[in-house]
Structure formats: C-alpha cells, structure tokens
C-alpha cells in the first residue's frame, strides 16, 4: 500500500529539499500501532524538521510532523482496538522518527492517547502540543496554589501558539489575563481570546538593576525566556509560580536569585515531549472541557502537505499566529 507523505531529502551536498510524495507503507519505522492520519499541526519543531533540521532529524529521507491525530487501523498493542481515535504529540516523534505529515503514521501504542468525548481530530490538532504544553502550564501553576482570586496572570509570547491557547483558557477559567506580544496588530485577536489587557514585549525587554519590583503577576505562563524570564520574575507576587516552557528570547537566564529567597518565587519546568503518558489524558480532558470551541476556532488556519514547506519558514520567521492544522488527506 501506498500513502502520501511530506518527504524531506538531503543531498551529498548536505542541502535540503522537502515535496510531497507517495511512500510505501513498508518504510514506516516499527511500532505495534498503525494510525489512518486525518490532521496534523505546525510547530517550530516542524519548522526546523523541514529545513536542515536544527539537529532533531537523524536520519533521511524523513518525515516531520511531531503531533497526529487520525484512526488506528491496525494495532498488536492491548490499550485500543480498530477504529479508536487518538492523538499523538511528542516522544521525538517527527524528529527521531517519521512523523504525522502523512496520511499514515506507526508508533507504539503508550505514546497515543484516546480522544476524549467532545474532542474531534480537527480540534485535537488546533490544540496540539502549543495547547497540551499550555495545560501543563496551567496545572502545575494551579498545583502550587494558583487561582482566579491570586490576580492577573501573564502570558509572554501570547501571539504564538503556546500563549494564545493559555489566553483562551485562563480567561475561560475566570482569570485575568494580560498577554505579552511584540506584534500591535495582534491586539485585537488577544482581546477577542480573552486577553484583559495587552502588554508590549518593549515593556519587558530589557533588564533593570533592581532585582526586585512592584509585586504585580499572581502566575505566569512563559514561552520566551532569556531577559524578559529573568525581568518578570522581579515582579512576581511572593509566594507565585512560572511555568517555564519555551526559550524563544533565549536560552540564558541574566537572573538575579533574590525573587527565589526573599518572595519565595517557584520556577517550573514544563516538558510535553516526555510527560509520562499516565499524566496525558487528564491534560487533554481538561483541554476538552477548558478552552471554547470558539475561541480555538479563532486561531485556526487550515493548510495542507503542499504548503508546508513555506508555513515552515513563516513559523521559523515569527509570522505564524495562532494554530496551523493541516489536512493530510487534502
């Protein structure tokens, strides 16, 4: 049987070229579970896996996509039978293995999660891993002690994936929401997810010689890291928490220890690729019942194989807003 498939190739020039093709099913990798893939999504993973890889891709020719969600239609596993839903999203899939930017996928069957009821695979796949991280964030935040009546809770890089899922779901959840962006023009859309208010990235660029200011955020969920990490943990409430889950500003951390000893501020790391799949379900029920229909409606835009290779550098470029989900079978 053959299926189509977003194939990137290198060349003994070590060049990259990414196209759609029809694969045989017998070059997928191991696994004891066969999924029909109905969408995917793009992530900046992707991006990177459909250029010259950023270091995750092993092995060419390969196929990206590090989230899926479709049908089994074939398993030797016990957790699920023919016909289930399900959803996948980490576990280096797309990077160390082929991914979900084909119309068929094989993996193990502990890396997959049933969809819960009220979830299709379209939405499983607006959600994907921005919004899986972001509920993690979210949870954990909450583990420690966060509530609507703590205060307002920052979300930087809000415009992005991650941010704009937590948007959505803590101003569902009752709480007041002030959303990080360097884009103005994205303001409207924040506003319409929830947002209370809209911060310029400007406001929190640069480091300042107090390491201690204002106490203002009751939580925060931060995708950016570097300087503006190390800026809003001086303004954290004593005794609050942020949940650390992307470094698009940087991987260095230019912080002053002082929130940590002298406001008891928590740093949380939140990682979705390796989350043990016994904490996934939970995630995903509450993404079924915590973020609106219509608000995730809102950040969707649709694409298929055939533009992937372009999206790619737009989400590299910081020019995707939102959730792309992508139609496979397009």
Known sequence: MEFKALVVEKDSD??????VQD????LLPEGDTTVAVEYSTLNYKDGLCLGPGGGLVRNYPHVPGIDFAGEIVDTSGSRFKVGDKVVLT?????????????????????????????????RAMAIGTAGFTAMLALMVLEDHGLKPECGPVLVT???????????????????????????????????????????????????VKRPL???????????????????????????????????????????????????????????????????????????????PATALESMIQMANLEDLPRLGMDILAGKVRGRVVVDVNE
């Open 157 to 207: 890089g809000a415009s992005g994936g991650v941010g704009s899922v937590a948007t959505a779901v803590l101003s569902n959840l009752g709480y007041e929401v002030a959303a990080v962006t360097g884009r103005p023009e994205s303001e409207s859309f924040l506003k319409g997810l929830g947002a209370s208010a809209v911060v310029d990235r400007s406001e929190l660029a640069e480091t």
């Open 90 to 122: 980490g576990w280096r899939v797309g990077e160390s293995r082929w991914g979900g930017y084909a119309q068929r996928a094989r993996v193990k069957s502990d890396w997959l999660v049933r969809l819960p009821d009220g979830l299709d695979t379209r």
């Open 14 to 19: 070590g060049n990259t070229s990414a196209s």
């Open 213 to 291: 200011e204002s106490e203002t955020w009751a939580g925060c969920i931060d995708a950016v890291g570097g300087t503006m990490l190390a800026r809003l943990l001086g303004q954290m409430k004593y005794g609050s928490s942020v949940a650390a889950v992307g470094l698009a500003g940087g991987a260095n951390l230019p912080a002053s220890i002082i929130p940590f000893l002298l406001r008891g501020v928590n740093l949380l790391g939140i990682d979705s690729v390796m989350k043990p799949i016994e904490a996934r379900p939970r995630a995903w029920e509450r993404l079924a019942g915590d973020l």
């Open 23 to 26: 694969v045989s099913s017998g």
